[in-house]
């Protein structure tokens, strides 16, 4: 179905087909790959693991880098698929939700009682789903500041604050208010990451504590 709903249904008829976008992106984001790479890879439990995150970040502190490396295509995916899927099902309000969706899920997954990662992955996975040219430009802009700075955080926060940007420079304005969503859901789970970066004790990629 090429068409968006509101325009078969109306606005009124429509609230429950939105729900439903959000809750399906919401259950792909919300397995925890990082979670279910090193338990499989015999590391036992990542949330015990360095800060106790699922994410890549915190996998590559096991010294596993595969298993970092596709904790981290995993994670970005599941955010391109739920946008994928649901843009070409029913247009791209729909993907944005979807994106919406999945991001919430990686962040708060019902299956570990909403403590999940922080979404920096699956946010970049969302955008090269909704529009690759800032996704791309997303991407680039974390690895920069990364090689630069060698601080995951950092980098997050750079690329995730610069997103709005990106889709604007690159033609695509209609998703703006998504990645300010996400941009500032993100600067929030990395509140206690801006926190050591202010007193210099944030750790370094490739740090094991």
């Not at 802009?141 to 990364?146: D, F, P, Q, S």
């Amino acid at each position: 179905m090429s068409a968006w709903l509101p325009d078969i249904l109306g606005f009124t008829q429509v609230w429950p087909y939105l729900l439903g976008i959000v809750i399906f992106g919401y259950l792909i984001g919300s397995i925890p790959f990082g979670l279910l790479i090193t338990k499989a890879a015999g590391m036992g439990d990542v949330r015990k693991i360095g800060s106790g995150n699922i994410g890549a970040t915190n996998v590559l502190r096991t010294g596993n880098k595969g298993a970092a490396a596709a904790t981290l295509l995993l994670d970005g995916a599941k955010g391109g698929v739920a946008v994928l899927i649901a843009t070409a099902a029913f247009g791209l309000l729909a993907g944005q939700l979807a994106g919406l969706g999945a991001f919430l899920g990686h962040l708060y997954p019902v299956w570990l009682k909403f403590k999940g990662g922080k979404g920096v992955a699956t946010f970049l996975g969302v955008l090269l789903g909704l529009h690759w040219p800032a996704g791309i430009a997303a991407c680039a802009t974390w690895l920069v500041v990364a090689a630069a700075l060698r601080i995951s955080s950092l980098s997050a926060l750079v690329a995730a604050g610069l997103s709005p940007v990106w889709l604007f420079v690159t033609g695509y304005e209609g998703a703006i208010w998504l990645a300010v969503v996400l941009a500032a859901l993100i600067f929030w789970r990395h509140r206690e990451n801006i926190a050591r970066m202010a007193k210099g004790t944030e750790p370094r990629i490739g740090s094991k504590s």
